[in-house]
């Protein structure tokens, strides 16, 4: 049995495409399968589109999150309710080609590996954003830790020993990609070229890219907190021989009247404190997050029975 999860939010252009390329693309390795729509609070007929391929074939299942969560919400549960052996997630917009699902499979099936993601290579078309991505990459590889990271997104398939692993994480800020990289097992990965998206505008914004690119960096990274500590000594150094500085000119009674330098340095000392507060109210909101223990989605209505719709 094969699970592939599929979270989609207002994608009414693109579902018949979708739908068409992913099961022709599905039906060449695997046998038994179940495609999960995550319909991550759609507002516009995507989820009419989808029940009605759905009457034609009753392995597309569509579950209906009770608004929107973000896709990461999504896709954990689309892994939560997903029964197969192997389980696979992908974009809805097409930019990830269903046709490689045959190649990560093989790859699963035959060479032993536990989990292929697909690797970015490159991408097609006008894409303003391949520099921002570039550099969270550049930034999440240098100082998140994490291997196999490098240009990886969600588009990923595994075993269910490996799902497994990935949902005993029960944390609540959760970056997919990070968590997947996290739990080892053997990991493999298939190069491609990334499409542009089919149709529609990209449903996540820039602000949406932001919170996910923050959560990622502060949930898998110490690095922001060593920072402030390593700004902060210096810092101290800094303003001790500045102090001794002050002290002697002023024994030597070379002193000057500088309101311009004790401005500077309380800008300096009140913007550096203000940058380091923010960072530790970062963590502090993930601690609050964690501790309030909400869940990661609520489901409004799932279609996965056979029989009626
Ligand atoms: N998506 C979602 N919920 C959201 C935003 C996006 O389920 O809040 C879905 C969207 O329908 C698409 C996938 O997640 O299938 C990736 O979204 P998008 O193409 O906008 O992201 P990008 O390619 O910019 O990372
Ligand atoms: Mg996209």
Redesign the pocket.
């Known amino acids: 049995m094969f699970s592939l999860i599929?979270?989609?939010?207002?994608?009414s252009q693109l579902i018949d495409d979708l739908v068409a390329r992913v099961v022709a693309a599905v039906k060449t390795f695997a046998g038994d399968y179940e495609l999960l729509f995550?319909d991550?609070g759609s507002t516009d007929t995507t989820v009419e589109q989808l029940l009605k391929h759905r009457l034609q074939n009753k392995k597309i299942k569509i579950i209906s999150l009770s608004k929107?969560?973000?896709?990461q919400a999504?896709f954990t549960a689309g892994l939560e309710h997903a029964t197969g052996d192997i389980v696979a997630m992908m974009?809805?917009?097409l930019?990830d080609p269903p046709e490689l699902l045959a190649e990560m499979y093989a790859k699963i099936t035959k060479e032993g590996y536990d989990i292929v993601s697909g690797k970015r290579t490159g991408r097609k078309g006008k894409n303003h954003?391949t520099f921002y991505t570039f550099l969270f990459h550049l930034l999440f590889k240098n100082i998140g830790g994490l291997e196999n990271m490098e240009n990886a997104?969600n588009f990923s398939m595994m075993t269910r020993e490996a799902l497994q692993a990935l949902l005993s994480l029960k944390e609540k800020v959760r970056y997919m990609p990070g968590l997947r990289s996290f739990i080892g097992f053997n990991q493999g990965t298939v190069d491609y070229i990334r499409d542009d998206?089919a149709h529609g505008e990209?449903?996540?914004s820039l602000s949406?890219?932001f919170a996910l690119a923050t959560d990622a960096i502060f949930s898998f990274s110490r690095f922001p907190i060593r920072l402030c500590l390593w700004l902060g000594s210096v810092g101290t150094i800094v303003f001790l021989l500045a102090g001794i500085y002050v002290l002697v000119e002023k024994i030597l009674g070379l002193a000057v009247l500088g309101w311009s330098s004790t401005l500077l340095s309380i800008y300096f000392l009140g913007s550096i404190q203000l940058i380091f507060l923010g960072i530790v109210g970062e963590y502090v909101f993930r601690i609050y997050k964690e501790s309030q223990n909400r869940p990661i989605y609520f489901i409004r209505k799932i279609h996965e029975e056979e029989t009626k719709v």
Do not use: W
């Open positions: 599929i979270p989609v939010y207002n994608e995550v991550d929107n969560f973000g896709h999504a974009d809805g917009d930019q954003r997104g998206r990209p449903k996540m949406k890219l």
